[in-house]
């Protein structure tokens, strides 16, 4: 009865509705939604006014398209992008994006280039580091001629998280070296907080004592870099003292909390997720009682049942994992178990007994439909892991629609 119909009975058949909605033969696809990136941007921006709030878009926007979102976060008010290589960077200058770019660690020697043609502003926490910048920027002018614009430099204090940046005595070392160079200008310093998203943890505190304690140090030398910055998402909305003259959002602007026990502020509750996982189921049939599904034959059906295939699988970013933890997906309103082993390009679905399932029919991965809703934070609770890593993992192979 709900065997697969052919595409010519539906009006509305995926052949399409895929071409329409995704401009791309493939029904499967991210829904990204900028408005609601602008409307987040607004939000962090009215919570951490004065301070200017500088968009966070390195992996290609956390996996929602690195240029569409800094445009939509500069419509909302951000004025910096954050980046964490110096390709990133240049995508975003090649793209037509002239707002300042920061590159969040130091670029390699041989990126230093690439940063002051593109006019990015460099994170800076090495002597090696500075002198291969100030190498670029001697070269540029050099080849351009007199009058480049110096080149800014933003430097780096470990204050505790001990991935990357200067300890407080090199930072002052640093900060003496710039001043010395008419070809470079301290526009900013920085450090990165590592437990911003709990909001108990006294340790956050302790890192903004010790990035005062440093920046007092640079003060007493006559040194005052103006842009000063600490906050992630979790630090800009839930830690006030931790704003200083710029914040640093990512995951907020995507929408999502930066973690559980942030979830229920008031400035994180707020957002409003801005990713959709979708496709159109391409095949269903029913499949008798105690027959088994997939790779591996590990789900077996208790009920003759309605068996829809999905085409999106691993290679999607799909984790092969979701189907032993309990994936479900929405589709008619419903949730539905993963039924059986995530394949590289398709997964099953368990729609239940004489469901009205068909090819054509949207399912929902990530997302809302009707009053369901899954999101990223559920697959992370299920995987062991954390929102941030599922939408990154989200394949380029997915064409991306921006409603
Ligand atoms: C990724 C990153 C951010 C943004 O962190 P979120 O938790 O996504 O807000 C800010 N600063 C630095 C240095 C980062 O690496």
Redesign the pocket.
């Known amino acids: 009865m709900t065997a697969a119909m052919p595409r010519a009975d539906r009006p509305d058949g995926y052949l399409t509705s895929a071409k329409r909605v995704a401009g791309w033969l493939r029904p499967a696809w991210l829904e990204v939604d900028l408005a609601r990136v602008t409307a987040n941007v607004a939000h962090i921006a009215r919570t951490v006014a004065p301070a200017r709030v500088c968009a ?1 878009v ?1 992996a290609d926007g ?1 996996g929602h398209g690195a240029v569409q979102v800094a445009c939509a976060a500069i419509e909302g008010g951000a004025s910096y992008l ?1 980046v ?1 290589l110096a390709e990133e960077g240049h995508e975003l200058r090649q793209a037509g994006l002239d707002v300042p770019v920061l590159v ?1 660690s130091e670029p390699p020697p041989e990126a230093m280039r690439m940063v002051v043609e593109d006019h990015l502003t460099a994170a800076v926490y090495t002597a090696g580091g500075l002198s291969a910048l100030l190498d670029a920027a001697r070269a540029e002018r050099r080849d351009s001629g007199a009058g480049c614009a110096p080149v800014p430099v933003h430097l780096k204090l470990d204050s505790g998280m001990h991935r990357v940046g200067a300890d407080e005595s090199t930072f002052a070392e640093l900060a003496a070296a710039v001043a010395g160079q008419p070809e470079l200008v301290l526009e900013g310093a920085f450090t ?1 907080l590592a437990v911003a998203d709990e909001p108990g943890n006294a340790y956050t505190g302790e890192q903004l004592r010790r990035f005062d304690a440093a920046l007092a140090g640079l003060e007493a030398e006559g040194t005052k870099p103006h842009l000063l910055h600490a906050a ?3 630090g800009a909305l839930c830690h006030p003292e931790a704003r200083y003259a710029m914040v ?5 602007m995507y929408g999502i909390s ?1 973690g559980p026990l942030v979830r229920a502020h008031p400035a994180v509750a707020a957002l409003q997720p801005v990713l959709s996982l979708k496709a159109q189921v391409s095949f269903a049939k029913e499949v008798e009682a105690g027959e088994r599904v997939s790779y591996g034959l590990r789900y077996e059906l208790a009920h003759r049942s309605v068996v829809a295939t999905v085409p999106l699988g691993y290679a999607d970013g799909v984790p092969r994992r979701l189907y032993e933890a309990g994936g479900e997906v929405l589709v008619g309103g419903r949730r539905c178990p993963i039924a059986g082993t995530v394949t590289m390009d398709q997964i099953m679905v368990d729609c239940g007994p004489g469901a009205g399932v068909r090819t054509g029919d949207e399912v929902v991965l990530i997302g809302r439909q009707g009053s369901e809703e899954v999101t990223a934070w559920e697959w992370a609770s299920r995987l062991g892991t954390i929102a ?1 890593e599922v939408t990154c993992g989200l394949s380029p192979r997915l064409p991306r629609i921006y409603v």
């Open positions: 966070i390195k956390y954050g964490a969040l990165h992630n998402s979790a640093r959002p990512g995951i907020a930066p941030y």
